[in-house]
């Protein structure tokens, strides 16, 4: 998982270099996140980068009833990741980001409950891992990682010193 997790700290490398114009501007989250993918995409050939991709294979991605997790569409039904990592056919998911911005002032729990259920190994379309990132113009204030359905603070620790020690760490 160090592996995918250090072509996200290059993603994110390339992306600040590239891309300080957006938080200039201040645009949208959704924006923030596409650009993002792109420079996401470019670390894991072989795999696709999509944004909001709501499909498992030809399924769309249903959470499985009773669920506590809230969902993105206003039925209560499906979820969407901001960038998920995969094989669209097979399907094979790898990995999901959920990407906010610092200005985002509304509570992370809709972020960390997707995260929570987009890598449960109990439903049918996880992933094996997911990040959560909250950015600024500074930088990554907050990233987290998720696995098995929960956060993984060892892994989290080791990406924030990876984050850290690639200048990428927003100062608090």
């Known amino acids: 998982m160090q592996t995918e997790l250090n072509k996200v700290v290059v993603a994110l490398g390339d992306f600040y270099a590239r891309e300080g114009f957006l938080f200039e501007k201040d645009v949208g989250e959704r924006a923030v996140t596409h650009r993002f993918a792109v420079h996401l995409e470019k670390q894991f050939a072989g795999w696709s980068v999509d944004c909001n991709y709501d499909r498992l294979g030809e399924r769309t991605l249903h959470l499985p009833h009773g669920t506590i997790i809230s969902t993105d569409d206003h039925l209560g039904k499906s979820i969407y990741p901001d960038v998920a990592v995969h094989q669209r056919e097979i399907p094979n998911n790898l990995l999901t980001v ?60 080791w990406f924030a010193k990876r984050l850290q020690d690639a200048g990428l760490a927003a100062s608090a």
């Open 98 to 157: 959920e990407i906010r911005k610092a200005s985002n002032h509304t509570p992370l729990e809709h972020d960390e409950h997707k995260l929570r259920a987009l890598t449960d190994p109990h439903v049918w379309f996880a992933y094996t891992i997911g990040v959560l990132l909250v950015l600024d113009k500074a930088g990554v204030v907050l990233a987290d990682v998720y696995f098995g359905g929960g956060p993984d603070r060892a892994l989290a620790a």
